[in-house]
């Protein structure tokens, strides 16, 4: 158990349902990451925070997927109506990130099956 | 898109062996890090090597980096059934904001 936890751990949902994701960080960490893996790959990078404030978004961020971190604690990812290619595990992960050390502690992850 | 590309896909070991994993990587790094997935399950740091360095130790793990070559090896010494899982490397690219990039992975697996 790293510290990082997240909400759900399954979700099953139907294509064009909106679903939500939340993460609990290490609490002292002032970065969150998001990232999604899908079978036999490794994670890709989606956006992260440092505190409140939301610094980068890949391009494989789309319009249909918004992220908060609203006071600087936990954070929600949220997908509009999933497609079958949303499919996949998302996870979050925090770090302490000091710009010399980016250690990141991540969660359980969020396995996501859109029907 | 991934950067770093894991070398083999998938190693099978006997109890006791050493197992050795590679990763190549296209640009240049402020520091390179190896993570453990078991199946199903979240990402665990194991070792972080800064892109100064040339070799580090932990425990049963040896990392050494070549950055003129823009590789990374991770040896896992007298291995054990426990190490079967997915390994994977992690750039975190120079001048970017300390997002990691992962290749593939490695998928070992440790006979008892």
């Known amino acids: 158990d790293t510290g990082v936890s997240q909400d759900p751990r399954h979700k099953i949902t139907k294509r064009g349902q909106n679903v939500t994701f939340r993460c609990d960080p290490i609490?002292?960490?002032?970065?969150l990451y998001w990232y999604r893996q899908t079978l036999g790959q490794g994670p890709e990078f989606l956006t992260y925070?440092?505190?409140?404030?939301?610094?980068?978004k890949s391009r494989l961020l789309s319009d249909r997927f918004s992220a908060e971190r609203p006071k600087g604690s936990f954070s929600t990812l949220e997908i509009q109506r999933t497609e079958q290619g949303d499919s996949a595990m998302y996870l979050c992960?925090?770090?302490?990130?000091?710009?010399?050390?980016?250690?990141?502690?991540f969660g359980p992850g969020t396995r996501l099956t859109v029907l | 898109s991934q950067q770093g590309e894991e070398d083999p896909q998938a190693l099978s070991i006997q109890e006791g062996e050493n197992a050795t994993m590679n990763c190549s990587y296209k640009t240049s790094i402020n520091n390179l890090q190896w993570y453990r997935q078991n199946s199903g399950r979240g990402l665990v740091h194991l070792i972080l090597i800064r892109s100064n360095e040339r070799e580090k130790h932990s425990g049963r793990l040896r990392v050494t980096l070549d950055t003129s070559k823009k590789s990374s090896s991770l040896l896992i010494t007298a291995s054990r059934a426990a190490d079967t899982a997915s390994y994977f490397c992690a750039t975190d690219a120079a001048g970017s904001q300390g997002n990691l990039i992962f290749g593939k992975g490695t998928k070992l697996s440790v006979k008892p």
């Open positions: 925070f440092q505190n409140e404030a939301q610094l980068e």
């Open positions: 992960a925090s770090s302490p990130w000091t710009g010399d050390n980016n250690e990141q502690f």
């Open positions: 609490s002292e960490h002032n970065r």
